[in-house]
Nanobody, 127 residues
Framework: QVQVVETGGGLVQAGGSLRLSCAAS????????IGWFRQTPGKEREFVSA????????RYADSVRGRFTMSRNNAKNTMDLQMNSLNSEDTAVYYC????????????????????WGQGTQVTVSS
């Protein structure tokens, strides 16, 4: 069992930054994958970024590449998502998800491959 908790959402002006954190407690290992997804009302949940808990490569959606950075915070034992140059299209509920067992990188974008999900945190970008 894994508990997933996201923190760090809020309201920010366009062009600003926010940092989200994902804390995953339970049966995770270096092969586990942490994914960030987001959803706006009336739209399907979409992939944002993913990284294995042990490090290595990181995947980003085209819409956030170059603006968002996913990294592990060893001091807090969290997987963070630094979001810069935010715009109104980034407004959404952001979810952290955990895939416990190893999976090929090409599947990291598929939300059905994740085992546990957090409750989500709202990010609102005002123009």
């Amino acid at each position: 069992q894994v508990q997933v908790v996201e923190t760090g959402g809020g309201l920010v002006q366009a062009g600003g930054s926010l940092r989200l954190s994902c804390a995953a407690s339970g049966s995770t290992s270096k092969d586990s994958v942490i994914g960030w997804f987001r959803q706006t009302p009336g739209k399907e949940r979409e992939f944002v970024s993913a990284r294995s808990w042990g490090g290595g490569s990181t995947r980003y959606a085209d819409s956030v590449r170059g603006r968002f950075t996913m990294s592990r915070n060893n001091a807090k034992n969290t997987m963070d998502l630094q979001m810069n140059s935010l715009n109104s299209e980034d407004t959404a509920v952001y979810y952290c998800a955990v895939r416990v067992r190893r999976i090929i990188v090409g599947m990291w974008e598929h939300q059905n491959e994740y085992d546990y999900w957090g409750q989500g945190t709202q990010v609102t970008v005002s123009s």
